[in-house]
């Protein structure tokens, strides 16, 4: 009975972000603006869905960085348990790749989605179709990542690592 409550509870939490008016490119900042209503498990619950379903995240880089910093209590619900059993198995160092702008290669402020596809990581920048460059404009970049720094691995099409750079790497 306490996941069917949980899972109304996140029905009911969905409805801040995808409620009248929002829509993919202003879900993050529906987040932000009531993310203090939530803890726990339910403030990494609304932060992954509104992440995952939000386009135009690259200027919300810092805010997304934070949020995904937050020390807030119940980490672990970021993932579901298949996720943290993968990210468990996985080699201690691995590859991840990042479609990008060119600029944002050449500023070293990289956002935090990268993927262990390298052909996720090209059709974001040369295939998808909401992308702000022209994709003349695109690159992918590749990283060897410790799987220790990595923040949340998210199953699926995208295969998606949250991984922040720190300063001086």
Known sequence: MKNKGREIMKDQLDLLIFGRGINTYNRFSRFLHVQHLVHGWQFWHLLRTAYENADGLYIYRQEVRDAFLKDEPEKSCL???????????????VTVHR????????????????????????????????????SEEMTVMTLEVSVSDV????SGSQRQIIYIQSTGK
């Open 99 to 134: 479609g990008m702008s060119i600029a944002e290669k050449e500023s070293g402020d990289f956002g935090v989605s990268w993927t262990l596809s390298r052909q996720k990581a090209e059709d974001f920048s040369f295939e998808y179709w909401r992308a702000p460059f022209r």
């Open 79 to 93: 993932m579901k348990p298949e996720e943290h059993r993968f990210l468990a198995s996985m080699d201690p160092v």
């Open 151 to 154: 923040i949340a691995y998210f």
